[in-house]
């Protein structure tokens, strides 16, 4: 039986809203953080992307976060891992 939007919102708020909480923390402690040459910029501006598909108009976020996170294909990647 598939639930309706207000039995998703009821069941699952205060596990999502822990998980924002942790994000938002994160965040905190990287503002607070001493700077660094080293930070990997293409990683944090990934984590702001995928901030935005989280709340964009569009469908399909998980799907895309995915392949916002996930590594190009590699044809020769058995190669490459040694696999």
Excluded: H
């Amino acid at each position: 039986m598939k639930r309706n939007r207000r039995d998703v919102l009821e069941q699952e708020f205060l596990q999502v809203r822990s998980k924002l909480l942790e994000v938002a923390a994160f965040f905190d402690r990287l503002d607070c953080a001493e700077s660094s040459s080293e930070i990997n910029s293409s990683q944090l501006e990934r984590l702001q992307q995928g901030c935005g598909i989280l709340t964009d108009n569009q469908s399909d976020k998980a799907a895309r976060l995915q392949l916002l996170f996930s590594r190009q294909y590699e044809p020769a990647w058995r190669e490459t891992f040694e696999v």
